[in-house]
């Protein structure tokens, strides 16, 4: 029987409720330990949950942090761990040119396979994105990408495999009990209509326009509710701002939750304002559960798997409130049902997607030997 092959997955975002923290578990949670070993490489502490996860796998998990502040000293702890650990694949997660370090410690550690994966459209650091392309891409041996937008974003005119984000679809499934259990405990009357927003508090997922557009949609839609889950630099702004406008009783700041399918049947809508996406799960959640979803029209088209998605532009609040205004409520089992068979056939399942990346590490190590 053939070893299985060692992978290093490498975060280069903190580790915690977010979109890629949250897509690298799933693929890890995925994987046959008979047919691969997982490291993880997180710039913090994970939790023992993670931890737990990765050992599954046959795998450990290495806290390195400092990657931005004092980047070599990273890189010549990575690269250590690459060569202590006969790693044949790094495979790491982020969404610009400064995966260099990685794909550099991985070629000094000795990993034949260095494997970048970009999971947005733009990046924060445009500078140093822009001086590190030439080297990325001469270190870099399979690159991946979310989308075609996010590949075309970090890759362009260059080979790459689109591997989607993927979710354990069926756990999203619209349940009535669960809507009206967690109304109940949210204070949310049964008239009321309720818009979901998920994600961390940044500049990118836009959440202080979203709190301005509620406020325009609350003379149409008087029983709106708007709850936001997540937290970061932000919140607090938005927190005061939702003060200010006069709407703080219709308006919710859940902080971070671990029952996000229970407040997807609960809502009656999903919304996401972001300035830009790579392939943002929450949608692909959202439809699994039966949700009509206002986005901005800056998130890629791929993530509308069903009719369910409304793409408004984010130019003007008044016109995202007028999308919002629209949402009716509606039949969810059956369009949940179908949403669910959609994400799976696109390729959004995330046993399907392990399956499929399993057999990429396979290939790539018995091709780079």
Known sequence: MAEPVRVLMALTVKYGKNG?????????????????????????????????LVEQTGGSVFVLPGRNRHPLRYIRALSGVVHERQIEIVHAHGNSATLTAEMIAAKRGG???????????????????????GIFYRSSTHNIACS?????????????????????????RFSQKVRVQAREQLGVAPEDFVFLHIGAFNEQKNQAFLVTAFHQLLP?????????????????????????????????????????????SAADAFVLPSLHEGLPL??????????????S???????????????????????FAAAMARMEPMEREQASGMAIIRAQEAGYDVMQNAETLMQIYESAAKNSG
Not at 37 to 47: A, I, K, M, Q
Request: overall charge neutral; charged content about 25%.
């Open 297 to 319: 029209d800056c998130v890629t088209r791929e993530a509308a798997l069903t009719e369910l998605v409304a793409f408004v532009p984010i130019e003007r609040a008044e016109d």
């Open 148 to 172: 075609v937008a996010a590949g075309e974003w970090l890759y362009p005119k260059r080979t790459y495999t689109v591997l989607n984000n993927a979710i354990d679809t069926t756990r999203f």
């Open 220 to 264: 149409q839609k008087q029983n709106a509710r708007l709850l936001l889950v997540g937290d970061g630099a932000r919140r607090a702004s938005c927190e005061a701002r939702a003060e200010a406008l006069g709407i703080s009783k219709h308006v919710s700041f859940l902080g971070l939750r671990d029952d996000i399918p229970a407040l997807l």
């Open 111 to 133: 990993a034949r396979v260095r494997m970048p994966h970009s999971h947005n459209t733009t990046c924060n650091m445009k500078t140093a994105d822009t001086l590190l392309r």
């Open 20 to 52: 890629i923290a949250n897509c690298v578990m799933n693929y890890i949670e995925g994987l046959d330990p008979a047919r691969v070993r997982c490291d993880l490489v997180c710039p913090n502490e994970p939790g023992t949950e993670a931890r737990a």
């Open 282 to 295: 929450t949608l692909v959640e959202a439809q699994c559960a039966g949700l009509c979803c206002v986005v």
